[in-house]
């Protein structure tokens, strides 16, 4: 197993590697590609131009495509408050609402300051809903998601998983496929989890790529190093591209 930080030693790789099963990649790649304002924008579409011109395919697990879809969904929330806290015109309207809005404000403009990009967190998420259904009961939360996320949810990640050629993986328990070398297990899986000390879903990705045929993983989680690292990996072909 080695380890890539730039697309030099990426390209590098892949004239020395057969990939074109396709690689996999993780959330914080494929949210990269989407957005201009996410720090790892411009670094996350060299490496798909790359993979494009070498027709290599991307895939990714269910979790993975669970959780871009929920930073969509938290990047719609946070446009929606930004929109309805510009046309308020003062704490008078409601305190606590314009205190919660302006709180997402101010992060979000924290986080353009740093070249960042601020979504809600499940924290914040319940406060603004909480405080706009105190006003006007459920059906103002669910006009607020209406208006500023409704059918666009879908459209946008529909938009992206097609622009980008995105395939998911979803092997059930115990299934053979083309793509593996070995059934995927739960309990390898969860074995994972508990000789190296990953969460749930970074086990999911880890387990996943050492049973595959691919030969490539891309992530922005540089915990996935403090495992490829062991030696018990050191005779697998195989190699992660760290985005940073």
């Not at 930080?5 to 074109?20: G, M, T, V, W, Y």
């Not at 996999?24 to 670094?43: N, V």
């Not at 494009?52 to 495509?65: D, G, H, L, M």
Request: net charge negative.
């Amino acid at each position: 197993m080695i380890i890539l930080r730039n697309i030099s030693e990426l390209n590098q790789f892949l004239k020395e590697s057969d990939c074109q099963v396709g690689c996999l990649a993780d959330t914080g790649f494929l949210y990269g590609l989407a957005y201009e304002d996410d720090r790892l924008f411009s670094q996350s579409n060299d490496v798909h131009e790359t993979l494009a011109e070498a027709t290599i395919p991307i895939y990714s697990n269910v979790v993975s495509r669970l959780e871009l879809i929920d930073l969509i969904f938290r990047k719609q929330v946070t446009s929606g408050c930004l929109q309805v806290f510009n046309g308020m015109k003062s704490s008078i309207e409601n305190a606590e609402i314009f205190n919660a809005l302006k709180y997402i404000r101010d992060k979000d403009t924290e986080a353009k300051r740093k070249r960042g990009s601020y979504k809600v967190d499940e924290r914040r998420l319940k406060t603004i809903r909480q405080n706009i259904s105190a006003v006007n009961g459920i059906n103002g939360w669910r006009g607020f998601c209406s208006r500023y996320i409704g059918t666009m949810l879908e459209t946008e990640w529909s938009i992206l998983e097609q622009e980008f050629g995105l395939n998911f993986i979803e092997v059930l328990e115990g299934q053979v496929s083309p793509l593996f070398n070995s059934p995927l297990l739960w309990k390898d899986m969860v074995g994972v989890m508990s000789e190296y000390g990953q969460r749930g879903p970074d086990a999911m990705i880890l387990n996943l790529f050492l049973k595959s045929k691919f030969k490539l993983l891309i992530t922005s989680d540089s915990d996935f190093e403090l495992c490829f690292s062991k030696s018990d990996f050191s005779e697998i072909d195989k190699a992660i591209l760290i985005l940073q």
